[in-house]
């Protein structure tokens, strides 16, 4: 190996140093999500596995939720730092409750709860979902969604039955309907039952959620916007190549963190993804993935005002999201 002469190592001292300074700026962040790692969080794994993240100056953490881990209370607290929560429904009840978190960014611009059905049985019209015999929610849905079925498309309390995430009493009564997330019941209900079930979308009908949002505390949104903008980029583009390109990195690190899904199930997860346009859909297409709208917003409140779930006025939706990290068209081709 050649030896720098001094004059050479003049002139490469501060691309040195500055490549030095630029290794030690990235900055750390700790990001939650709300479940086991799985294909819906599958962007998130890709950008940190690809680099994306590191190349935005930035050090990821991700810890993975989970059905004793509840990592909702982190982000106001301080311990993380941006947070993978459900829907909309969360982020009404964090401004209710005064507390100072806000969305950043929608990644799903359907949300995947749905009902699924035995096919054959007159469900493949969600008209008659309704008039099954049998319709097994959990119990947080019964607060919530089901509420509004019953306002909006007139679903009624006589059919429910508890859902405990097991498949067997959907699978032994044809007639039964049941909760499930789209992208992952209708699998579990083709490998155990080996059938494909009728699937259809909440937001199909009029559930007009936004979800897999990401959240930050306010006071982030204030003090540092350059590192909520750089992680919702770095975050967008990983959702984007992990739906369109190499996703074998992000793969193995979602397995890693969850050994209990397969390579599968991801691939299979990531078909139904992509098949139900829940990221690359509606605003999605012209202004990048993680597009809002105030209106859509109000709109979804006035939805669950009308199911009973708040009172008019009851939030200030003037504080769930804001609007200046996304809507640019990042990851879009041009």
Do not use: C
Not at 15 to 44: C, E, P, Y
Not at 90 to 117: E, G, R, T, Y
Not at 235 to 247: P, T, V
Not at 256 to 262: C, E, G, L, Q
Request: hydrophobic share 45%; proline share 5%; no cysteine.
């Amino acid at each position: 190996m050649k030896r720098l002469t001094f004059a050479s190592w003049l002139i490469a001292w501060p691309i040195i140093m500055g490549s030095a300074l630029v290794a030690q700026a990235a900055d750390k962040v700790v990001f939650a999500t709300n479940w086991r790692a799985q294909a819906a969080h599958g962007g998130f794994y890709q950008a940190l596995a690809d680099g994306t993240y590191r190349r935005y100056g930035l050090e990821v953490t991700i810890r993975q939720g989970g059905p004793q881990v509840n990592n909702r209370p982190l982000l106001p607290a301080g311990r993380i730092d941006f947070l993978m929560t459900g829907n909309l429904l969360h982020s009404f009840d964090n401004v209710k409750n005064k507390i100072p978190v806000v969305v950043v960014a929608a990644i799903f611009q359907k949300d995947p709860q749905a009902l699924i059905a035995h096919p054959g049985q007159g469900y493949e019209s969600f008209a008659r979902m309704k008039d099954a015999p049998v319709a097994l929610i959990a119990k947080d849905g019964q607060f919530t969604w089901w509420q509004w079925l019953k306002a909006v498309h007139g679903f009624q309390d006589e059919r429910l039955r508890p859902y405990h995430f097991n498949l067997a009493p959907f699978l032994s009564n044809p007639k039964a309907i049941q909760q499930g997330y789209s992208v992952a019941e209708p699998i579990y209900v083709q490998s155990q039952g080996g059938f494909a079930p009728v699937v259809h979308l909440l937001a199909d009908h009029g559930f007009s959620t936004y979800s897999t949002l990401i959240e930050t505390r306010t006071e982030l949104v204030k003090s540092n916007p350059d590192l909520v903008q750089r992680f919702v980029n770095a975050s967008i583009l990983g959702w984007q190549r992990f739906l369109n390109g190499d996703r074998t990195a992000a793969n193995a690190l979602i397995m890693k963190d969850n050994p209990d899904i397969s390579i599968q199930e991801i691939e299979a997860s990531v078909l139904l993804i992509k098949r139900q346009g829940l990221v690359e859909s509606g605003e999605a297409k012209t202004k990048g993935i993680g597009a809002m709208n105030q209106g859509r917003i109000e709109d979804f409140y006035q939805q669950m005002v009308r199911a009973g779930l708040y009172r008019p006025g009851e939030v200030d939706l003037s504080r769930v999201a804001v609007f200046q990290f996304v809507n640019q068209g990042v990851g879009l081709a041009r």
